[in-house]
């Protein structure tokens, strides 16, 4: 009788939709199902662990670029989240505010959904340089206001575990810091 109960309540298990999957099930299975070419991988180490980031020229080649340049340089190692809003994103790409290089908007129809990544400007949306955030929430509210040119695609969680700032501007202190960022082709 024991072993039909535990039968049947298998059974009805795994015939339950797996809509309740956590965000990082749900990027790998993207992840293993899409099979990106590593090429167009950047993989972002924290002290947390690592995040993998599908970059899609398609949509804007001139910021994937730029990213690719400055990743080959090892401009972003060892620099800081230094703007992390709960609830809205995680900035970081600034070590002396900017490199001088500004990037024209690339505006698309990229996603606004939690693990975007977007390029940071200034008021001028041509003034695109070398910071870039990633949503921690669906933020619909800046679609066409900034370049989308990636998604976390692997280690959503461990982006979560970024030190949060304060809730007037998002400003760290004493922020986590990215270890070592590159293109997975390159590892």
Do not use: C
């Not at 309740?20 to 992840?31: F, W």
């Not at 870039?132 to 619909?140: E, Y």
């Not at 695609?153 to 007037?168: F, H, Y």
Request: charge should be positive.
């Amino acid at each position: 009788m024991m072993t039909r109960i535990a039968l049947l309540f298998l059974a009805l298990f795994a015939a339950l939709p797996a809509t309740a999957a956590s965000p990082d099930a749900k990027a790998d299975a993207k992840q293993t199902v899409a099979a990106p070419d590593k090429k167009d991988v950047l993989f972002i180490e924290l002290k947390y662990g690592r995040v993998l980031v599908k970059m899609h020229p398609e949509l804007a080649p001139k910021h994937i670029a730029r990213i690719k340049e400055l990743v080959g340089y090892g401009f972003y190692n060892g620099l800081s989240w230094f703007r992390v809003i709960p609830g809205f994103m995680a900035q970081t790409g600034g070590p002396y505010g900017r490199t001088g290089q500004t990037i024209p908007a690339e505006i698309n129809k990229g996603p606004t959904t939690r693990g975007a990544v977007f390029m940071s400007r200034g008021k001028d949306i041509n003034s695109a340089d070398s910071q870039f955030f990633i949503l921690l929430a669906d933020s619909p509210h800046i679609k066409g206001n900034f370049t989308y040119w990636g998604e976390v695609i692997s280690g959503m969680s461990v982006v979560d575990q970024i030190k949060t700032g304060n809730s007037l501007d998002g400003s760290v202190d004493g922020p986590d810091k990215i270890i070592k960022m590159g293109l997975l082709s390159n590892e």
